[in-house]
Each structure stands twice: as C-alpha cells, then as structure tokens.
C-alpha cells in the first residue's frame, strides 16, 4: 500500500501510511490559490435562510492534463462556502445524487441532535428503496433531506462534511467537504481583515492514480457499505500532494497589508506543524480558533494543525520587501512535497485600516474545575489482534446502540484523555477549553474554545466542557478518519 508510518515516535507526526502518487504532479507553485464560492440563500422559510445543495459526482481541476473525479456538495471540492449569522437560522436541503448513502455533520455546530449528522441518521441516494442494513435504527431519509442550524453561537470558522458510519474517511477523501463561515456583530465591529483580505483555506492531503483518480485503499465493493466490512486501512490514510482549497501548492498574490487566513486542516490523517518562511518572528498572530474568537491576539513562529483544527491567523505582508515569496511550510512533511503547503507573492505595500486589535471577544469566560461536577476518564488506544488494528475507547469499538457517555444537562465536566498515538479527539454539540497537557497547562494554540483537541501520544490532557441546552445522542471521536471508520467513537447522550 505504501510506507507506513505507524508512530507516535518523536520528531514524527502523523498515524497513517503514506500513499505515494502514481502520475507526474502539477509543478509546485504554478498554480493559483482559488477560493471556494459563495453559496447564496435560495429563499426565506420563517426566520431561516434556505440552502441548496445536491452532493453529486463531480470532475476537479487538479492535475496537468487530466480531470479527477470528486464526490463532491454541488459537485466541487470543497463544497460551496455557506456564510451565516450568529442568532440568524439556516436550514440546509441536502439532496443525494450519489451512488452510497450520506451523512451531514456541520463542525463545530451548535446543534440540535437530530440535525446533527449521527452517523447512522443516513441519506439514501435518490431513488433507492427504503430501509438500508447500516441504518441501526438511525433516522433514515431518502432522497433529500433539511438541516436545520439554529446558529445560536459566536463567530467561528466551521466545516461541513460527510460522517456516515464506518465510511466517512474515504467520502472525505473524495471531496464532501466545505467551510461554513458564521459572523456576528461583535466580529464585524472589529477593524479585522475582510472581504479579498478574508481567506478561508483548507488543507488536505491526497494521492492520485495514473489516469487522475484519487488513490485512496479501499475495496470498490464495500463503497455501498454492507455493516462490518472494513478495507484494509489501518492506521489513516496520507498522501503526497498537499491541496489548498482543492489545488495543489497553489501561489495567491497578496498586497503588503494584513489578510486573515483560516487554516482548516481537512486531511484525514495528516498532521502539520505550519510555519511562514522566511519570517519575522510571531509572524502568525492567531485571533480565533475552533469556536470562534480568541480574547485577545496570540502571536506564533509556527502553529501544529490537527485533523479538523481550524486556527484564525491574521498575517500582515507588510512585514516582507514587494516582490518577495513566502512559502507557507510543513515541518512535518516527509518530504519535499508534503513539507511545503502553499506560497505568498508579496506585492506593493496598501494603505488598509486593517489591524489586530489588542482585545477581541469581549464575551469569553473562563471554565474554572471547580465549576465540573464530574470528572472522567477516556482512553484512546490500539489493538492489535493478529493483523488487524482496532481503534477503542475504554477498550471498546463504537456501537450506536450503547451509552458512553451520559452527562446531564446542564452539567460542566472535565474529561481527561489519554492517547497512544496522535489522535485528534472531537466532540460533537459542545465546545471546550484546555485545562492541562502533561504536567503542564495548555499550549499556545490551545486557547479559546475549542472542539478538537490535538491528543499526543503518551501525554494526558484535561478538557472541561459544558452540557447548556440541547439534550440528545451525540458522538466523540478521534478525527483521525480512519481511526474513527475504525470504530474509535463513542456516543455522547445528553440527558
Ligand atoms: Cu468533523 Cu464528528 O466530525
Ligand atoms: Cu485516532
């Protein structure tokens, strides 16, 4: 399959096994930075905005020469953006024109549990019959279905993408990802970089066949998902391109003034540790992170990004002569192509009010422990039974019809996690903060709230978490999507 790159070893920094592209690759650099469009509302229903979209199969603009085929959210990758408000509701109609049954989870979202994308609350394709053996009682629609987002929070940079059970790794793969911007006014009245200046980018890696399709290991007969069949991938799947927005190493041009960047790393398994070169030092000047903004501006040489992290950075190219490229790198690719992301070509310095201001979120409170009324613990861990890996939890593969975790309403809890390998562990409804990492508290990046924690191998962390209004079976689970097609996930019941 390729080199596997099973560690937690130091230096080294993703799980998974690397897949090597089988066709020449576009040159670094030579293509340009796109930028997702925007999705508008097709009409009103009540107080919500309403959304359109029809997951299909879709044809991308990757390599030289030859297009490759994407599932993709109205047929690209990434999926059209959606911009919302906070406290303004959106109902999203998914329709499914694909060949396997669909998930939609929004990230990050404050929703309630049967909007939230459970993993078996599937969407047939349209035009199949009925039941389905994976639902496991799941809500199952056919055809076409709404998701209705009260946006009842903050700010924040969200993604959307595909969660159906046991397959949402290679769905992600294939393309069924896209941002979900929300503002607020809070946000808009800070002198923040906007519009041309707002790049929201997402990065994910992938491999690709001779004839341009997306390599990724899976045997094409279980893509219609009988229960229980699981390809041979193990440890997460990486590859050797690295996409921004759906190109390979793409080139913006910027002007010497400040532009937010909102990095969302998409990649299934791929860890990166993202840093400007040349640079200044805290040249990334982190104003938000998974749950919005930050209280007030962090500064960073370079940043780790987490399968499903998003870190809000605002950079001012001012800092660097017209005329001079800044390549955005990976620390921890393995080599020249996945330790390189994207470049910047500086341009004329432009008068712009834009600035970070010393003080963001005004409405940021601190969790303290002594506002948990529970304390648990959660183990994130391997086994290997002659062969074949498993990803548990407690010692336990998911199972949708059991109870993990069950945390009263309106509870605050501290959960205390602990890893083998590297596994970004992502909870569903609530965001949370950092308490400790080791015998130490909380990294740079760790601030704010957050919903995906970058767990390292061997290192304990406390996250405290509150359970405020919506009740309802949700899930947790570690973000490394083969790890969770793997069984690594456990259900979160509010109750
Ligand atoms: Cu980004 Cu449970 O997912
Ligand atoms: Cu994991």
Not at 74 to 83: C, V
Not at 285 to 313: K, N
């Amino acid at each position: 399959l390729g080199v596997p790159l099973l560690t937690g070893l130091a230096g080294s920094s993703s799980t998974g096994t690397l897949l090597r592209s089988r066709r020449p690759l576009p040159r670094p650099f030579s293509r340009r930075l796109t930028i997702p469009a925007e999705l508008a509302p097709v009409r009103r229903e009540g107080e919500a905005d309403v959304y359109e979209i029809e997951q299909r199969v879709g044809r991308a603009d990757i390599l030289d020469g030859v297009g490759t085929p994407i599932w993709g959210y109205n047929g690209t990758f990434p999926g059209p953006t959606i911009r919302s408000r906070s406290g303004r509701p959106v109902v999203v109609y998914h329709r499914n024109a694909l060949p396997v049954p669909t998930v939609v989870h929004l990230h990050g979202g404050h929703t309630p549990a049967e909007h939230d994308g459970y993993p078996t609350d599937l969407l047939l394709p349209e035009g199949s019959a009925g039941q389905h053996p994976a639902g496991h009682g799941g809500a199952v629609t056919v055809g076409r279905r709404g998701y209705a987002y009260p946006m009842n929070q903050p700010a924040a940079t969200l993604w959307y993408h595909d969660h159906r059970m046991d397959f949402t790794g290679p769905a992600v793969w294939r393309g069924l990802a896209g941002f979900h911007l929300v503002g607020d006014a809070e946000e808009e009245a800070l002198p923040l970089p906007r519009g041309q200046r707002d790049l929201p980018l997402m990065i994910a890696d992938r491999a690709f066949d001779q004839d341009g399709t997306l390599r990724y290991p899976s045997r094409s007969d279980d893509l219609l998902g009988s229960p229980g069949v699981h390809p041979p991938y193990q440890a997460g799947v990486l590859g050797d391109v690295i996409l921004v927005n759906g190109q390979p190493w793409p080139t913006a041009e910027v002007a010497g003034t400040h532009y937010r960047l909102r990095l969302l790393n998409a990649s299934n398994a791929r860890r990166y540790r993202l840093r400007l070169d040349p640079a200044p030092p805290g040249a990334l000047v982190q104003i938000g992170s998974d749950g919005g903004l930050l209280p007030g501006p962090v500064r960073h040489d370079s940043i780790d990004l987490a399968p499903a992290e998003r870190v809000d950075v605002v950079v001012d190219f001012a800092r660097w002569r017209p005329g001079q490229h800044v390549t955005l790198v990976n620390d921890f690719g393995e080599d020249a192509g996945t330790g390189r992301v994207m470049r910047f070509e500086v341009g004329d310095a432009v008068a712009d009010p834009a600035r970070v201001p010393a003080r963001l979120s005004a409405d940021h409170r601190t969790l303290r422990r002594a506002d948990a009324t529970r304390t648990r613990s959660l183990v994130f861990q391997s086994r290997d039974t002659g062969g074949a890996h498993h990803w548990l939890i407690n010692g336990r593969p998911f199972h949708p019809e059991r109870v993990d975790v069950a945390p009263r309403l309106g509870s605050v809890e501290i959960w205390r996690l602990v890893g083998d390998l590297h596994h970004p562990i992502h909870l569903h409804l609530s965001h949370f903060q950092v308490l400790s990492r080791g015998t130490g508290g909380p990294r740079g990046t760790d601030a704010g709230w957050k919903d995906t924690l970058d767990l390292l191998p061997g290192e304990p962390a406390e996250i405290i978490v509150p359970f405020a209004d919506y009740p309802g079976r949700y899930v947790f689970h570690c973000h490394n999507l083969e790890h969770e097609d793997m069984m690594m996930m456990g259900n979160l019941t509010v109750g």
